[in-house]
């Protein structure tokens, strides 16, 4: 067997509920998701990984802002790319030992990856995407001199926005295909990939792509037999948490955009992760299957996991 996996991780696959997402947290989990991985590794596929950086990409932000007054910050695209080194090195050194103790020698790269999206795109216009942590409008009002764009997040204070523009494809697209058919694991795209323009030259540009939408690329762009995004739920619901709620185990794509023209999906929680799966299928014509990162191999055997499939 040689079909390519793409699995995009979410962010329960470094921080759990209730951590305070130190680096010897994060690398536990790192290695609790590498003995998941190696077991697909096991069945002979060639893996593809990616990953959110939210809370990654989130501290590093505070850091920067903090140490503002004794050296430059880094731009917001500057620090994604900072989350990816980050996230992947965690990744990567669990998958190695994880290999290790399999028996299994097998290359493990990360590599870092910009996404073209373009400058046009509404999302520019209107950044809706929370990035940061919160604060009062006091302190917002002074964040509005930096140039930022601020908006109040109900409940809860004010915090940054920026955009999340549809990721076009992976720069590093290539480089990628040609290290998953010479046998590498490779971790790429992560946090949804370093936001570029390529105009007369490409060209950072502050913004967040949605890990999932861009994992989607990645996984159509590399020729993918299967799709998994691991979250934290097992399968996906209708009717989420009222009284006729339904949850999902295998749909038509036909059934999957109904239900997402519907609105059962947030816009900031599970509807990305099904548009993804929906683009994916129309696409290829191959299976995404939804599922939590502890049920991966499970759903892997139709077990378990929400399936999406072009006809049933």
């Known amino acids: 067997m040689s079909d390519i996996v793409t699995i995009a991780l979410g962010g329960n696959a470094l921080l759990q509920y209730g951590q305070r997402g130190t680096f010897e947290e994060q690398l536990a989990n790192a290695r609790v998701t590498a003995r998941q991985i190696v077991e697909l590794i096991r069945r002979g596929y060639k893996v593809v990984i990616t990953h959110g950086n939210g809370p990654q990409v989130g501290a590093i932000l505070l850091q920067q802002e903090a140490g503002a007054s004794q050296v430059p910050p880094m731009p917001l695209h500057a620090c994604g790319a900072m989350s990816q080194g980050l996230i992947g090195y965690m990744i990567q050194q669990s998958l190695i030992n994880e290999l290790r103790r399999a028996g299994i020698d097998m290359p493990v790269a990360t590599v870092v990856t910009q996404v073209l999206v373009d400058r046009k795109d509404q999302a520019f216009r209107n950044p809706t995407k929370f990035i940061g942590p919160w604060y009062s409008e006091e302190e917002a009002r002074e964040r509005d001199k930096l140039g930022w764009v601020m908006k109040y997040d109900v409940g809860k204070g004010w915090r940054r926005v920026v955009p999340s523009p549809d990721p076009i494809g992976q720069v590093e697209i290539e480089a990628v295909r040609r290290m998953v058919n010479a046998g590498i694991i490779v971790i790429a795209s992560g946090g949804g990939g370093i936001p570029v323009v390529d105009e007369e030259e490409l060209e950072g ?64 929680n599970m509807g990305p992760k099904v548009l993804a799966a929906i683009r994916f299928v129309e696409r290829t014509g191959k299976v995404a299957i939804i599922t939590s990162l502890d049920k991966a191999v499970e759903a892997l055997d139709g077990k378990t996991g929400t399936r999406i499939v072009s006809k049933r």
Do not use: C
Request: proline residues 3%; hydrophobic residues 40%; glycine residues 6%.
């Open 205 to 268: 540009i502050d913004a967040v792509i949605d890990k999932d939408l861009a994992g989607e690329r990645l996984a159509s762009s590399l020729g993918s037999e299967l799709f998994m995004i691991l979250t934290d739920v097992e399968r996906v619901a209708v009717n989420f948490k009222k009284e006729n709620q339904i949850f999902l185990d295998t749909i038509s794509l036909d059934e999957a955009k109904r239900y997402y023209e519907e609105g059962h999906f947030p816009p900031g």
